[in-house]
Each structure stands twice: as structure tokens, then as C-alpha cells.
């Protein structure tokens, strides 16, 4: 599809929009729609609208397979972690008020935290489900 | 007359549409059709939860100065929880669907049969 | 009263487009018209002011789902051959029979639910407004659905987390290898 000029450019122009939105909703999930969820979602929209346009082998080389594995498993550990870490610090699991000075500030921390953990790992699997996808081969 | 109708449309129309859902997944046989109808169904049934969780001249689960009436947030929570699962669901339903397509060659549902029989 | 005509139009269009879906043997047509379908209930959820449901779902079922069902086309259909599904062999008697008997069952049973957006339904009382009042105080977040989501019901979304996980997992071991043939013929050339 990269001989499609039309396409070139504006994919060219609207992926860093993309990229910059998932990350405006990504941590305004407290003021206003949005979330973990959300924003992982469009960042690997971001980046399936690149692998469609131009080519799946350039866009491994942007984010091989490799990463997305660990960062898929990392988002799932940092959300557990915090849990483990309030246990440390004395109280129940995933209670997020003794990880600040206050109660507010704590929880605050806390739901930032989880919301991380859960667009990281929410944003590689989209993209392990669409790689796999469509690097499957066809030919019988 | 006229306000119980209109207070219940909600729920009849979701109802309908679910039905629609449900008879593709059971009435046809291409496995790809009932994938998408199972992901209708699923979708009315959301519908269904937010039309309870709804209030009448409510605004969205945001607080704000100056506002009073919100919406329930707790069916949005669930709901919320409940798409990603439907759609973690349909992903791997598809992949199966491309394995079955690999290993007999057709993904119709009657000659899926008839191979397994034949065999 | 402008919220009440959407609604119903919303709804309507929505029931038009399932039976359609139902009817057409197309199966590239039936993927658009359920990419479009997933985006106007986004809009449906937006009119009865679930704005966060409404932003997953957009994204998730007019984005992602229909992106995976493309692809399983194209994986799963020569590109020359007609994408089309085989005419149905038995008569639907029986699934119609069952449909009607539980869809009437199920309108049967809503003749008791409250009204539509009633501020005194039995869904509004116990736990709803508790998660209003104390969400700002003891969070310091104001969007309620959030702090519900991570803070108060923090255990599910760990669990929810878990399962898109594994349902990764899952799908690169089903597909994540290359078919058997083809690694055989590079193994011996």
C-alpha cells in the first residue's frame, strides 16, 4: 500500500496526532473519559495504521517481538507489584493508602501506577494478537 | 399508556436486537457469521445494563461544581470490564476459526461435520 | 426530548442493521456492517451518558475487532475465490421457534422492570450513590468510574488485566509459529 501517495501522507501526518492522544488519555483518565484501557487501545491502533500502510517488516523493526513480549508481561507485574508493595508497607493488598504521606496523595500514586500497568499491557497485546495475525502465511 | 411504552421501548428493542444475535449464532454455519453474531448479542447485552444503570436528566459519572443528578457509575464499571473480555474472547475465537481453516480445509459448519464423519 | 428522538432512532438503526447482518451472505459486507454497527451503539452509550463505555467500545469494537476479523478473511480464503457463505441447507424452524419462545420469555419479563431512567429505581440505591459522595473525598479523583475501576474495585481490573493477557498468550501459541510445511521445505533446502 506505500504506493498510494494519498495514504503515505496522511498516515505520516495523523500517527504522532495518534500517538499523543493515547497519551493525553492515558493520564487525564482521572479529570475527564479514559483510562489504561483507552489509551493502550489507540497507541496500538498508532501503530497497526503504520504496519498497514507500510509494510509489517518496518514496523517489526520499530517494535520487535521480543519487546512487546516483555512489556506485555511487565504491565501485569506492576500492577500486581503495587499490591505487593502496599503489603510490604504494612497494610492490606492494593490498598493504595500507605504508598503516599497522605491517604489522597497515596491513592493518586496508586491509580496512576495500575492505569500504567494496565495500558502497557493492554497495548502489547493488541499488537501480539495483530502480528500474529498477519504474519501467517497463506500459500498452500 | 403512552408513558409505559415509552419508559419500556429501551428494553424491547435491546431484547429484539439480542434475539437477532443470538439466531445468527445458532441458525448459521459459517463460523466467521457466528462470531459476529455472538459479538452482537454480547453488545445488546451491554446495552441492556446501561439502560438500567441510566438516570432521567442525570450527567456523566464526572464529578462537577454545580451539578446534582449523575448516572449510576457502577454499570459502567462492569460493562467496561466486560468489553475488553468480549473482545480478548472474539480474538481468540477468530484464531481458532484460521487452525480449524488450516486443518479441514473449509470453515462451513457442514463440512466440518461431514469430514469428522467421514473419518 | 431531542435525547428521546436519537434514542429511538439510534435503536432503530441498530435493529435494522443486526437483521441485515442476519440476511446478508456477503462476507466482507457482514464485517462493515458490524464495524459500523459497534460505532453507533459508541453513540447510543454517549446519548445515555456513559461516556467512558462509550470510548472503549468505539475504539475496541470499530478498531480492533474489526481489524481481526479482516484479517481471519484473509487468511482464510484463496484471494480469487467469492468471500460469500454457502447457502443454508436445513430450514430454520427450530432456531426460529427457539428465538421467539425466549425473546417473548424475556419481554414477559421486563413488564416489571421500573421505567426507563427512573432517579428511584432499586439499581439506584445502595451502592451508586455511595460511590458519588465518597469517591472525590477519599480519592481525589473526580471522574467516579476511574476511581471505582481502580480503587474500589481494584481486584477485578487485575483479573481483567490477567485475562487479555492470557488470551494473548493463547493466540501467539496458536499462531504464532510457522505452518509445518513450510519450515519443512526450508529445513531441507
Known amino acids: ?140 | 399508556m403512552l408513558e409505559y411504552i415509552a419508559g419500556h421501548f429501551n428494553y424491547w428493542m435491546v431484547i429484539i436486537i439480542m434475539m437477532a444475535g443470538f439466531y445468527t449464532v445458532i441458525s448459521r454455519g459459517n463460523l466467521v457469521k457466528k462470531i459476529a453474531g455472538l459479538n452482537i448479542f454480547q453488545v445488546s447485552v451491554f446495552m441492556l445494563y446501561i439502560s438500567i444503570g441510566n438516570v432521567k436528566g442525570g450527567a456523566a459519572p464526572i464529578i462537577e461544581k454545580g451539578v446534582e443528578l449523575y448516572s449510576n457509575p457502577l454499570p459502567h464499571v462492569l460493562i467496561l470490564t466486560a468489553i475488553v473480555v468480549g473482545v480478548a474472547t472474539t480474538a481468540l475465537g477468530l484464531a481458532l476459526v484460521v487452525r480449524i481453516k488450516e486443518a479441514y480445509g473449509s470453515i462451513e459448519e457442514d463440512e466440518i461435520h461431514d469430514q469428522d464423519q467421514s473419518l | 426530548m431531542i435525547e428521546i428522538i436519537v434514542d429511538i432512532i439510534l435503536l432503530t438503526l441498530l435493529a435494522i442493521m443486526a437483521f441485515a447482518i442476519i440476511r446478508m451472505r456477503s462476507l466482507f459486507g457482514v464485517i462493515m456492517l458490524f464495524s459500523g454497527f459497534s460505532f453507533l451503539s459508541a453513540g447510543l452509550f454517549v446519548v445515555m451518558d456513559a461516556v467512558d463505555v462509550a470510548f472503549t467500545e468505539a475504539a475496541v469494537g470499530a478498531g480492533i475487532s474489526t481489524i481481526l476479523m479482516l484479517a481471519t478473511l484473509a487468511l482464510t480464503y484463496l484471494p480469487n475465490v467469492n468471500k460469500e457463505e454457502k447457502r443454508p441447507t436445513h430450514k430454520p424452524w427450530l432456531p426460529l421457534a427457539v428465538v421467539l419462545i425466549t425473546g417473548g420469555l424475556l419481554i414477559y419479563g421486563t413488564t416489571d422492570i421500573p421505567a426507563f431512567g427512573d432517579p428511584d429505581a432499586p439499581a439506584q440505591k445502595h451502592v451508586g450513590p455511595y460511590y458519588l459522595e465518597k469517591s472525590l473525598p477519599e480519592t481525589g479523583v473526580p471522574n467516579a468510574v476511574t476511581a471505582v475501576l481502580a480503587s474500589y474495585r481494584g481486584f477485578d481490573t487485575l483479573g481483567e488485566v490477567t485475562v487479555i493477557f492470557t488470551a494473548g498468550i493463547a493466540v501467539l501459541l496458536l499462531l504464532g509459529g510457522r505452518r509445518k510445511e513450510k519450515q519443512e521445505n526450508s529445513d531441507e533446502t
Do not use: C
Not at chain 1, 489507540?42 to 517481538?65: E, M
Not at chain 1, 513480549?69 to 504491565?75: C, E, M, N, P, T
Not at chain 1, 493504595?96 to 496508586?110: K, R
Open chain 1, 1 to 140: 500500500m506505500k504506493h498510494n501517495l494519498i495514504l503515505r501522507v496522511v498516515a505520516k501526518f495523523l500517527i504522532p496526532l495518534m500517538f499523543l492522544f493515547a497519551l493525553y488519555v492515558q493520564f487525564h483518565g482521572d479529570f475527564g473519559p479514559g483510562g489504561g484501557f483507552q489509551a493502550g487501545v489507540i497507541f496500538s491502533v498508532g501503530i497497526i495504521l503504520y504496519a498497514l500502510v507500510f509494510g509489517t517488516d518496518v514496523a517489526k523493526q520499530i517494535i520487535p517481538s521480543g519487546v512487546l513480549k516483555v512489556l506485555a508481561s511487565l504491565g501485569v507485574l506492576i500492577y500486581a507489584g503495587t499490591g505487593v508493595a502496599s503489603l510490604l508497607l504494612g497494610s492490606n493488598y492494593l490498598n493504595y493508602s500507605v504508598l503516599g504521606s497522605t491517604q489522597l496523595a497515596g491513592q493518586h500514586l496508586g491509580i496512576i501506577v495500575i492505569e500504567l500497568g494496565v495500558g502497557m499491557t493492554v497495548m502489547s497485546v493488541m499488537l501480539i494478537m495483530f502480528f500474529a495475525f498477519a504474519d501467517r502465511d497463506n500459500k498452500e
